[in-house]
Each structure stands twice: as structure tokens, then as C-alpha cells.
């Protein structure tokens, strides 16, 4: 599901993918159901 204003984004090597990562974990998707 992409949000406006996002973008696919190339990971080059295993460093960005970490970072990609741990973006993810760090930032969990807030539930709509309350």
C-alpha cells in the first residue's frame, strides 16, 4: 500500500537494507481500529 507522497526506493547493498530496517521497526504502522 503506497501513501501519497511515497516513493520506491533502490537498496543497494545490505548497509541500506539494515537502514531500511530499522526504519521500519522503529516506526510501526499505526492501527485505523481504535
Known amino acids: 500500500?503506497?501513501?501519497e507522497g511515497s516513493h520506491a526506493?533502490?537498496?543497494w547493498n545490505e548497509?541500506?537494507?539494515r537502514q531500511k530496517l530499522?526504519?521500519?521497526h522503529h516506526?510501526?504502522?499505526k492501527s485505523l481500529d481504535p
Open 1 to 3: 500500500v503506497w501513501q
Open 9 to 11: 526506493e533502490l537498496v
Open 15 to 17: 548497509a541500506v537494507m
Open 22 to 24: 530499522d526504519y521500519i
Open 27 to 29: 516506526n510501526p504502522v
